[in-house]
């Protein structure tokens, strides 16, 4: 089997129509049927397990070619079947819709999938339950656990087998939003189903919304399919290409910024007492339990949190670094920081979230030392 790297960037390959090295940007909506009338024939979903045939495409809110490219590629990147979406909350509503839960056990997580929660609690009666034991224990057959790890804003990290073993024992199914550990295989710890904003690291780049949905099974792929053409949440064709472009630097991007994001925490954390407006810094590589080097095989996340000594300190500190702008989301190749109160209204107003980029991490610790000490 082929390495993460090379099926980033060899892993669609049977779905190139043409020699172009990178495949061209399609902005059809509808393709020609064939000429020859002895071909025409009843259309089947472009679903198969090898990802080996080419299939037709027909029309571009059933499947579109950048797009089967991505699905080829995320398939054999992450040993799974993809669907991709137009966006990291289309995916999570697909998942909804695929399992149909009369019950959801959610934790804290981002606010988007307890906003799609919440619209199935008003139209459906949805019952949210939390993750603790007492919650997990009333899950049925056919219910849903969605976890959220490692999580938004703070990167704490959960135990995936630890809620699979919980959400089986019940019958009921586990979902994982990875989005923040991108390069992390939570099919190994029980999931059920994965999901990724591919917004963040899989798109890399701030320029593309997308989601993912990868599935083990043969038949959950189908119905995906099939859902899908009726939510009309495939990808748009452009972002489709600018995703195929993304993947071919995901590893690369990722380790990296994985690497930068921890020698960052880890200077702030050891020069905490440099920096009295520093209250609380919140990473994966500074919590401890046991399961995380199992989980994220020393690849953390991109993204961490701090907390500030006032709300005003937290609002002046993004306006004093040079190299991380101002701005939500996450995962591209500039550094941003977040007061993160501004767009996520559980966030206290002392919480910056910070996602690092891919500029040299040691002028990355240089901007935030003079802007730490600016707000002393
Ligand atoms: C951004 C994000 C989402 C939603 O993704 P969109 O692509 O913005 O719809 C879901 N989960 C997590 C953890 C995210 O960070």
């Not at 993912?212 to 119905?223: K, M």
């Not at 989301?329 to 206290?348: F, K």
Request: aromatic share 10%.
């Amino acid at each position: 089997m082929p390495r993460l790297a090379t099926t980033s960037i060899h892993g669609g390959n049977e779905k190139h129509r043409v020699p172009d090295v990178i495949p061209p940007i399609n902005i059809a909506t509808t393709f020609r049927y064939d000429d020859d009338p002895e071909k025409l024939r009843k259309l089947e979903p472009p679903t198969n397990g090898e990802h080996a045939v080419p299939t037709d495409v027909v029309y571009s809110r059933l499947a579109h070619p950048n797009g089967e490219i991505i699905e080829a590629t995320v398939g054999k990147m992450t040993n799974s079947y993809a669907r991709v979406y137009s966006s990291g909350l289309a995916a999570f509503y697909a998942a909804m819709t695929y399992f149909n839960p009369k019950r959801l056990c959610i934790g804290k997580g981002y606010h988007g999938c307890h906003g799609i929660a919440d619209i199935l609690t008003r139209n459906y009666g949805l019952v949210q339950l939390s993750l603790s034991d007492a919650d997990l224990a009333q899950l049925e057959k056919g219910d849903v656990v969605h976890v959220e790890t490692p999580v938004n804003p703070d990167s704490g990290c959960f135990d995936i087998e630890y809620f699979a073993q919980k959400a089986h024992e019940k019958g009921a199914f586990l979902v994982v939003d990875s989005t923040f550990g991108p390069l992390q295989d939570p099919f190994a710890f029980g999931a059920d189903m994965v999901m990724h904003s591919a917004t963040k690291y899989f798109g890399g780049h701030s320029d593309l919304l997308s989601g993912l949905l990868l599935t083990r099974s043969d038949e959950t792929y189908r119905q995906l399919f099939d859902d899908r053409v009726y939510l009309g949440t495939n990808i748009g064709n452009l972002e489709a290409a600018l995703l195929v472009r993304s993947l071919k630097t995901f590893e690369l991007r990722v380790r990296q910024q994985s690497t930068s994001a921890t020698k960052l925490v880890k200077y702030l954390h050891d020069n905490m007492a440099r920096f009295p407006v520093l209250t609380e810094i919140y990473h994966l590589s500074l919590q401890k339990d046991a399961f995380i080097e199992k989980q994220l095989k020393g690849v953390h996340s991109p993204t961490f949190a701090i907390q500030v000594t006032s709300e005003d300190v937290a609002k002046r500190l993004p306006s004093r670094l040079h190299y991380f702008f101002h701005a939500t989301s996450l995962g591209g190749a500039e550094s941003l920081i977040e007061w993160r109160c501004m767009s996520d209204d559980t966030a206290l107003p002392t919480l910056l979230r910070v996602s690092v980029g891919l500029e040299n991490v040691d002028d990355l610790i240089e901007d935030f030392t003079q802007a730490l000490e600016l707000s002393a």
